[in-house]
Every structure is written in C-alpha cells, then in structure tokens.
C-alpha cells in the first residue's frame, strides 16, 4: 500500500504546473492548487496584501504537496475511510473538492445504504463504508472509480467547455478519463471504441 506522501507525489505529477485555462472554472492553478483555494487560506506569497495570479505563480511544488495533505486528505477525513480506497477518493478530491464525497456517498446509496449525500465524511459516511467495504471487498474501490469516470463524462454532458478535459482532440480519452482509470483495474477500463461512442454526442 502507498504512503500518503507517495500518493501526494503521483496527484502532483497528474496535476503539473502553472496553468490559467478561461475554460476551466477553477481559474490559475499551480501544482493543482487553484486561486479560490488560495485565497481561502490567506496564501499571499508575494506579501502585496492580495492574493492573485502572481501568488499561485509562485506556489512551489513542496507547499503545494503539504496542502493536498492537510486540507484536501486529513481536514476532510479522507484517512477515516478503508485504506484501499483513500489514494482514489484523495485524488479525486483534489481534483473535485466535496464533489469527490457526494459521489462516494452516491455509491453508498445505490448498494442501498441509507446515508446523506452532504459531501462530508462524519460518523455515519465512515461506518457505512466500513460496512460497503466488509460486503464488497473485491468491488468498491472499482465502483467509486466507474463513478468517478461516468461524473466526467456526464460533466462533459453537460458543459461543452469541459470537454476537452475528457476527450483529447482526436477523439481519444482525456486527462479525467485515464486519471479516474489509474484507479480501476484493468478489466473495467472503457475500449477506445467504447469511449467514442460513450462521447459521439458531443460532435
């Protein structure tokens, strides 16, 4: 099983370095830290009073590694679910914010557990994942994955801009759709001629 800073360093590697897409809502982001994030932890790295472009510019590599750990693994209680599935569940919030929560939760609700889609890991999230991963063992890590890839294909559904992120220009997987897939086992990874047809309507 990986560390905590061995999963850190392979989020950092998915993520790369400064970008400041118009397309993508999280606005200038280094090292997959973006601006809001910044912001809300008061991170005014050039010391102007004000947290701008030119402060995410300057996020190294290493703080950026310390803020995935403690704001987007151990504030959110990631490190309170089955060991086997934080790597995923980590990755993809930092990827997705509380986003990466509710979509767990959903899982949890289709194998017909009674839990609230709130986005938050408490008592009742941790104990009825224990109990999910106890039935199926074999099968949850995968399924959050499969959800993982079917929210970024219903993401690009829904939002032309973004779908890019999911379908390189040639019509092959994207960048979220090989992420969420570093996650599933082999067996349930999309063909490319599955994945075609999966995005044909978006033109």
Not at 163 to 177: E, L, S, T
Request: proline share 4%; charged share 25%.
């Amino acid at each position: 099983m990986q560390t905590i800073q061995e999963i850190t360093n392979d989020i950092l590697r998915s993520e790369g370095g400064y970008v400041n897409d118009p397309d993508d809502p999280g606005g200038a982001t280094n090292h997959g830290v973006t601006i809001h994030t910044m912001r809300r932890l008061g991170l005014d790295l050039t010391g102007d009073g004000q947290v701008t472009a030119a402060d995410v510019k300057q996020l190294s590599r290493a703080q950026a590694g310390d803020i995935f750990i403690d704001h987007y693994y151990r504030a959110p209680r990631i490190n309170a679910l089955p060991e086997p599935l934080q790597a995923s569940v980590f990755d993809m919030y930092v990827n997705a914010g509380s986003n990466a929560v509710k979509i767990l939760q959903g899982l949890l609700s289709d194998m017909g557990h009674d839990i609230k889609r709130d986005g938050k890991i408490g008592p009742q999230t941790v104990r009825v994942c224990f109990a999910a991963f106890e039935e199926a063992e074999d099968y949850l890590v995968d399924a959050y994955g499969i959800a993982r890839r079917n929210y970024y294909y219903a993401i690009g559904d829904r939002r032309p801009a973004s779908r890019k992120y999911a379908r390189r220009r040639d019509g092959g997987k994207g960048g979220w759709i090989t992420r969420a897939e570093r996650f599933i086992s082999p067996d349930y990874h999309l063909t490319a001629s599955q994945h075609r047809e999966r995005t044909a309507s978006w033109g």
